[in-house]
């Protein structure tokens, strides 16, 4: 399956989902005024991928900051990660920087939220 | 104009009406924005981009763009080579320069004021006085003059700026000197920019903005910014923010996250004032607010009168949630992926509730049957 990346810009993340070199992650910040439409690619490629997804998937989250707006989103791409789950072995990296309890009280929330496996990374 | 509802709680909230007051007066002499304090390179250049931002919501042609950002660049550039620090002669609220910028029918205004020493009054008077004396052709001959003599001042200067001010707005430069103390004045610089090169723009009393001056520093406002407010609008203004608040990151981080739930909701659900405004956004009032070490966010707008008690109910609903309560009515918004039309709050009033660790403020102003002015007041 073709790679979808999305370069950053000042009010959204770069994401990449490539499974030729088994990259799968959503980085930087994320404050679009309609995440509805920014992520709406996204989907539709996880969409896709789900149909003949690979064995092996590490999906990381490396997000310095996200609008309420964005929470939602992230809350379904994490929903579709469980899904896919039941298919492939899942594993899902929420990395924050140190100090930044912000991030890190998102993904504690997220985490308790999903039955898959999901790690908290300092970074 | 009655007020329709009351506030949460019990403590007088003064600077709730104070934000529609300060709506108002803005509203009146149709001022655009008000930045105070120190000037730095990165709050000059978003303050640039966020007038140019607002230039384009506006469709002002290429023309009328250009000279406005050429004398604007001259007169933020103005006060950054002139500001300096006082030290403990004169109060840190009374130490900061201003930045106003306002639009009348046919004709941009930009209003600078700094603080200078009453010594250099006399010198900055008969360069004005000199200035004003020219036509269009004399200062031209006057600026070349300036320049071959290569009599720079020390700070970088030699009125050339003043100049230039004077030759791209076409007009008259106005100013005004107010006494601090026995030492300091403020030095009030007004241009005036007509949009068509013939017409004459209406003069401006330099008064209303002496009088926002004083009482942007009285309440130690940061910044006012009246206009229209889009997702450009709103990346403009978090990075002049993100240059004025000095505190650490997590501070920053709160402010910041705070200020985007709160502009993104005018983006979204604000209504124009009349139906067949044009403009691209919305139009509202953000200020902040930095005093008794807590920042005080301020947002104020137009909504349909139709759904005031329904957005009431959802505040008090959200103000009366403490501790997990909070965090579950949180989780449980998060995981909805409905289209929103549902009764309770959103998640970003939640958000706004959590992140500042404070009660959400807020009034209603019914202007008429359809239309109420909108009030929220955020401190952390």
Known sequence: ?123 | MAKVSHLAGNEQHSNLDFGFKLFQGMQKDNLGYIYRGMFTQTITDSIISLAETNLETTGESPKVKKRVFSILVECLQNITRHQTEHGDEIKDTDNSGIFVIQKQENSYYITTGNVVQHTAIPKLSSQLEKINSFDPDELKEYYKKILEDGTLSDKGGAGLGLIEMARKSGNKLSYEFAKINDVYSYFYLHAAISKEVDSTPVVIDLENIKNLHQIVNEEEILLVFNGVLNQDSLLSLLSIIEGQIAHDVDMRKRVYSLIVEMLQNIVKHAIKYKENETTIGNPGIFFISSKNDYYTLSTGNYIETIIVDELKSKLDHVNSLVGDELDLFYTKRLLNFEIDNSKEAGLGIIDLRMKSGNKLEYNFYKIDDKVSFFTLQIKI
Not at chain 1, 43 to 57: A, V
Not at chain 1, 80 to 102: G, N, R
């Open chain 1, 1 to 123: 399956m073709d790679a979808l990346i999305i370069e950053k810009t000042t009010d959204t993340p770069r994401i990449v989902l490539d499974p030729l070199n088994n990259l799968y992650e959503i980085t930087d910040r994320s404050l679009p005024e309609d995440a509805n439409g920014f992520y709406a690619p996204v989907f539709q490629w996880l969409t896709s991928f789900l149909d003949k997804p690979e064995n092996k998937i590490q999906f990381s989250f490396c997000l310095e900051y996200f609008n309420t707006a964005s929470a939602k989103q992230i809350a379904k791409v994490l929903l579709f990660l469980e899904k896919l789950s039941q298919k492939s072995e899942v594993k899902i990296l929420w990395k924050y920087k140190k100090d930044d309890t912000d991030m890190q009280a998102a993904g504690i929330r997220y985490s308790k939220l999903l039955n898959v496996k999901f790690e908290l990374l300092e970074v």
